[in-house]
């Protein structure tokens, strides 16, 4: 089984400032990794996604994230954040075959709050 | 333009009464996935269908029910035994076709907020 582990329910920054949620994952697995973000009352759109090649992965709207096998994270950044990334975050994590394979396991979300 | 559709967007229930929510995707995904979002818990798979004519209970089945007649349609009925309804409720769909749009990425619907009176 796979779990999602998001530390800090809420993350403020300032405008301009680096944006860091944090990801940790769980799987027994070779895991696939994916952040997608939530606007109120709305449906999930998805930020970027790891599967194979570069740990490095860009996104929509500068988001990245890098994946370490060694240390089970999927941080996901931004060097300066726009008053518009005021929204919550989810990181999910699914695996690449078995019974579960297609399946989305996701963490308990991290709203960030952008000031001016 | 492909996507995925839910309705109603808000519904209101009285207690002891079933409800059907509907979601229809025409991006030619073949598994289809409902959920449940609730302040704090993130997203809860109620259940999932990878091909027509079958579906998986997923983490909180119980006191919902599912058909998957179509392969664009899915639609999820909240029954009088779910405890505790009022949620949000997404619907998402995946392509499992190596190399097809959508492999291995969940597109998600707008949801459906669903309220008990």
């Known amino acids: 089984a796979q779990s999602v582990t998001q530390l800090g329910s809420h993350v403020s920054v300032s405008e301009g400032a680096l944006v860091l949620l944090r990801c940790n994952y769980s799987?027994?697995?070779?895991?696939?990794l994916f952040w997608y973000v939530q606007y109120p009352n709305q449906g999930l759109q998805l930020l970027l996604k790891y599967t194979t090649g570069a740990t490095l992965v860009k996104g929509i709207n500068g988001f990245e994230a890098e994946f370490k096998k060694s240390e089970t994270s999927f941080h996901l950044t931004k060097p300066s954040a726009h008053m518009s990334d005021a929204a919550e975050y989810f990181c999910a994590v699914s695996v690449r075959r078995g019974t579960s394979y297609g399946k989305l396991t996701f963490g308990q979300g991290t709203i960030l709050t952008v000031h001016p | 333009d492909g996507g995925i559709t839910q309705s109603p967007k808000y519904l209101f229930r009285k207690e002891g009464q079933n409800v059907t929510l509907s979601c229809e995707q025409n991006l030619n995904h073949d598994a289809m996935y409902w959920y449940r979002q609730d302040p704090g818990q993130g997203l809860r798979l109620i259940y999932y269908s990878q091909i027509v004519n079958d579906f998986q209970k997923g983490d909180i089945a119980e006191g919902y029910s599912v058909s998957r007649e179509k392969k664009e349609s899915f639609p999820l009925t909240v029954t009088s035994a779910q405890k505790n309804p009022t949620a949000f409720y997404l619907c998402?769909?995946?392509?499992?076709?190596?190399?097809?749009?959508?492999?291995?990425?969940?597109?998600f619907g707008p949801g459906t907020r669903l309220t008990v009176l």
């Open positions: 998402a769909s995946s392509s499992q076709r190596e190399g097809r749009t959508g492999y291995n990425e969940q597109f």
């Open positions: 799987s027994s697995v070779p895991p696939y």
